[in-house]
């Protein structure tokens, strides 16, 4: 077994949107995720914000509608006979721009979409392989010895590229660090359809120091590989912490009854303390095969523990 290290992970900046922390070259227009200022293909201090890039464009296609208008109002202007024509040119000409410049003004933030949306599909094929450069780099950066750093770089291309390969290199390297409850975790990012030996290792971590992590899309991927992850070493001890985990809220226990039906039996006194209180206290689950497996195990186990009284004493 590999000896895990001690690290210490920076933390995970959030944005609104997976493509956020994404630039592009003014220069060269490569992709890249990782850098802050310097192109790592042409080195000049280029680098910006493809939504500032989409941005600059929408400008620039405003101004040209705009200008249209303003021509279209001169030349109007150029060929008018009479006062009158001249007046009521330059009111309906003001009144069209001023009209043109509201409508602009309202529909920029779906406009800017739009424009995001052309420059992802024109420069398809420039974003494949900026990203493909960032991974290449990440890898570099692991076979120099720095980890920490390589997984950093990972995470931050797993933001815009959710491939299975991907996924397995985080899980790997994290699977090589100490895990600590106070790390900037992830798990649903790295959920794959396949079973994962590695993938379930890491859950298996998690359901003990970071519970509050395992979800929906990791209980259904748990169900879905019940089987294989038997076959593993510590595969049923794994199950009971995803378990444990399971009864840290009612939804869970509404949703997936026979998960815990089926390790109930194995779960440490605290959790399945909290299982009985959280079954007693439920009405969906005040019978059914969830009830009565808790309440055999409650007779067979904890029927004279103090503990569970008290919880009866303070419930009446
Ligand atoms: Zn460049």
Request: overall charge positive.
């Amino acid at each position: 077994m590999i000896k895990k290290q001690p690290v210490l992970l920076a933390p995970y900046i959030k944005t609104r949107f997976p493509y956020d922390k994404l630039k592009i070259c003014r220069s060269c227009n490569h992709f890249t995720v990782l850098g802050e200022e310097k192109c790592p293909i042409c080195g000049k201090s280029a680098l910006q914000q493809v939504e500032k890039r989409a941005a600059s464009k929408l400008r620039r296609s405003l101004w040209g509608s705009r200008t249209i208008v303003l021509l279209l109002l001169a030349f109007g202007l150029i060929m008018s006979q009479s006062t009158m024509q001249t007046i009521w040119l330059a009111l309906g000409g003001t009144s069209l721009l001023a009209l043109l410049w509201t409508m602009q003004r309202r529909s920029t933030p779906a406009l800017l979409q739009i424009e995001l949306d052309k420059l992802f599909r024109k420069e398809a094929y420039s974003l494949i392989t900026g990203l493909a450069h960032d991974r290449e780099m990440a890898i570099s950066v692991f076979h120099g010895g720095n980890k920490t750093l390589a997984y950093e770089m990972l995470r931050e291309i797993g933001a815009l590229v959710h491939t299975d390969q991907l996924r397995i290199e985080q899980i790997l390297l994290l699977q090589s660090f100490v895990l600590r409850k106070d790390m900037d975790l992830m798990l649903d990012p790295l959920l794959m359809d396949q079973f994962d030996p590695d993938l379930v290792e890491y859950i298996g971590e998690l359901a003990k120091i970071r519970r509050d992590l395992l979800k929906e899309n990791t209980f259904r991927y748990v169900l879905l590989h019940e089987s294989h992850i038997l076959k593993m070493e510590h595969g049923e001890s794994i199950l009971v912490n995803v378990t444990s985990a399971a009864v840290r809220l009612k939804r869970y226990m509404v949703l997936y009854p026979y998960l815990i039906v089926r390790y109930a039996r194995k779960l440490p006194k605290d959790r399945f303390l909290r299982l009985y209180r959280m079954v007693q206290s439920n009405a969906q689950t005040s019978n059914g095969p969830l009830y009565e497996e808790v309440m055999a195990i409650y007779n067979e186990k904890y029927k004279f523990d103090e503990d569970f009284q008290l919880g009866k004493r303070n419930r009446d």
